[in-house]
């Protein structure tokens, strides 16, 4: 257990159509990164947030959208829904922006599995 | 397209056997995490290196981080059914990891 909650863990959305995944960092964390994996591939870097603020995206386009609250939960939004969107969305909490460094070790949830059609 | 290589893709041994994954970069990265992900759950964390050279032992796993940090091995001794799983590494710069896309290990009891 990692302390790191996501939810939904599985829904179905159709084409078009817009979803928010929610994300609940564990305690003594001000970090979040959302990572997207498809069938068969590793983990690919969608944006973190760090105090509320987006601190760095990856290739992905605008339909993508992120919060962070001063909880420092997090949210990520996406629209106009494409088959290629289906995935498992996983959420990352650390206690830094760096990744993999003192303090900055990513600790996973379980995701959230979209499956679009 | 992943940024590291990762080799094998899949892996089965017996139970008892050793195994190593490799981990392969033309970049260089500032640290160098391993990760264990099992099906329906997220990646979790088993080493981070960040010295060029160094290697970690973790009971039967041992993490080795290249001289140049662009690549890595992990190597498990006496392998256990335990063991099997998506085994992947990503390499850290600044804000993010970089992962590659693992190698499915099986070991059968």
């Known amino acids: 257990e990692t302390g790191v909650t996501q939810s939904p863990t599985h829904l179905i959305k159709t084409r078009g159509q817009q979803v928010t995944l929610r994300c609940s960092s564990q305690?003594?964390?001000?970090?979040v990164s959302w990572y997207q994996q498809a069938l068969g591939q590793g983990p690919q870097f969608i944006f973190q947030?760090?105090?509320?603020?987006?601190?760095g995206r990856g290739n992905f386009p605008p339909r993508f959208s992120g919060l962070q609250f001063p909880n420092y939960s997090s949210e990520l939004n996406v629209n106009a829904l494409e088959l290629d969107d289906s995935a498992l969305y996983l959420c990352?909490?650390?206690?830094?922006?760096?990744?993999?460094?003192?303090?900055?070790?990513?600790?996973f949830g379980e995701g959230s599995r979209l499956t679009v059609l | 397209t992943q940024l590291l290589e990762q080799s094998p893709q899949f892996l089965s041994i017996q139970e008892g056997e050793n195994l190593t994954v490799y981990c392969n970069s033309s970049?260089?990265?500032?640290?160098l995490q391993w990760y264990r992900q099992e099906p329906g759950e997220g990646p979790v964390l088993l080493v981070t290196?960040?010295?060029?050279?160094e290697v970690k032992k973790l009971k039967r796993l041992t993490f080795q981080f290249g001289d140049a940090r662009k690549d890595s091995s992990l190597h498990i001794t006496a392998a256990q059914p335990g063991d099997t799983g998506l085994y992947l590494c990503?390499?850290?710069?600044?804000?993010?990891?970089?992962f590659g896309a693992g190698t499915t290990v099986t070991v059968r009891a």
């Open positions: 947030y760090y105090r509320e603020e987006e601190n």
């Open positions: 990503a390499g850290g710069n600044d804000y993010k990891l970089s």
């Open positions: 970049s260089v990265f500032s640290s």
């Open positions: 305690s003594g964390h001000n970090t």
């Open positions: 290196v960040v010295t060029g050279g």
């Open positions: 990352a909490s650390s206690r830094g922006p760096v990744a993999g460094e003192n303090g900055g070790e990513l600790f």
